[in-house]
């Protein structure tokens, strides 16, 4: 079967040198089908590249071609991907991609026009990478009830956390590490906002509870205002520091869904995941906390992913998966601040006593060095909007959300 690749950046390469390399394990997949990469599409050249000759800068040799059933998109961003992936679906060819953002934001668009077209949009590649997560929920958990969904969703701010945690190297120094070590972009903001975060929790809340949810109805807050300091205190709780995205169902016409710092306690599946490695932790009703723990990007494990669509497209290219969601709403996603409880992390430039006149019951924790008008603790279980009022007239340097997961 002949195929074609939309980008040949890092993620596009790899699915050409993965479908090459995998020949005989891909065939035994697909009933004896081979992929044969028929077309790149890019606007650089190559020069001496072992694709040289598949190469083109029209997208219209991959549209026309009536013998391409399955294009894999790794172009990234909305545009052109959005009205290149539109007009495929529309012809006929199935697509897969990689694109988080484009999920994010025209996933509804997009599938629905695979379904009036007969054919598949798949994207396991677009959260976490190689590791296995969208079709474990779409198929093996089906038979579970999701109440709620947890994960370290980007490898660059998990690097930096661990650097800061392990080796007690500030932010801005865990930062340049990152970037010297490609882990981090030039222009890291996407990444240390939790706007990177942000889309993949749109992708896996959309997926879990069958209504689109689109990444301005997410709030997302980065890693940037996280210290060693903060570090410091909750190691003393036996805790750690994850940016995480989560998720909760609150009631079939509810869910809240966020992007934070987070407080993991050390008993967590989340609190040794280091390094640039990703976790996304699913809570079902019958089957309990299950981890998908690997590597959240890089060339070889994204496109793994990506090939892997490719092969259930051409296994499934005549018939269609019954796979996707619904559209949303704009009150779909509710404010975490006013309805969801959950104990904080506390540091602020006040007295012990100060602290204990605002919360009946709070956890104090210390660290080396601590001056004495200042005081960190954990509170007990309430909204955040609770939160806020009971800090009136208390200089917070920080909080941070402490989760259960």
Known sequence: MKVAVMGYGTVGSGVAEVIETHEKSISNRTGGEVLEVARILDLRDFKGDPHEALFTKDFNDILNDDEIKVVAETMGGVNPAFDFTMKLLESGKSVVTSNKELVAQKGLELLQAAEKHGV????????????????????????????GIAGILNGTTNFILTKMIEDGMTFEDALKLAQDNGFAEKDPT?????????????????????????????????????????????????????????????????????????????????????????????????????????????????????????VDCAVHVERRKNFGWGAGSEDYVADEKAVLEMPFYVRAKASENAVMSAFSDVKFLSRKGQPSDEVAFITDSMTENQLVKKLEGIDVINTIKVTNY
């Open 120 to 147: 598949n949009y798949l994207f396991e590649a677009s959260v976490g990478g190689g590791i296995p997560i969208i079709r474990p929920m779409a198929q093996c958990l089906a038979a579970n009830n999701i109440e």
């Open 190 to 310: 996407a990444d240390i906002e939790g706007f990177d975060a942000c889309r993949k929790v749109c992708i896996l809340a959309s997926l879990a509870f069958g209504k689109h949810v689109y990444p301005n109805q997410v709030k997302a807050e980065g890693i940037t205002k996280i210290t060693l300091e903060d570090v410091s205190y909750i190691s003393s709780a036996n805790g750690v520091i994850k940016l995480l995205g989560q998720i909760k169902k609150i009631n079939d016409d509810k869910i809240t869904a966020f992007v934070s710092p987070a407080v993991v306690f050390n008993g967590s599946q989340l609190a040794s995941v280091n390094g640039v490695f990703n976790a996304i932790l699913v809570r079902g009703d019958a089957v309990g906390d299950v981890c998908f723990y690997g590597q959240g990007a890089g060339k070889l494990p994204t496109a793994s992913a990506v090939v892997a669509d490719m």
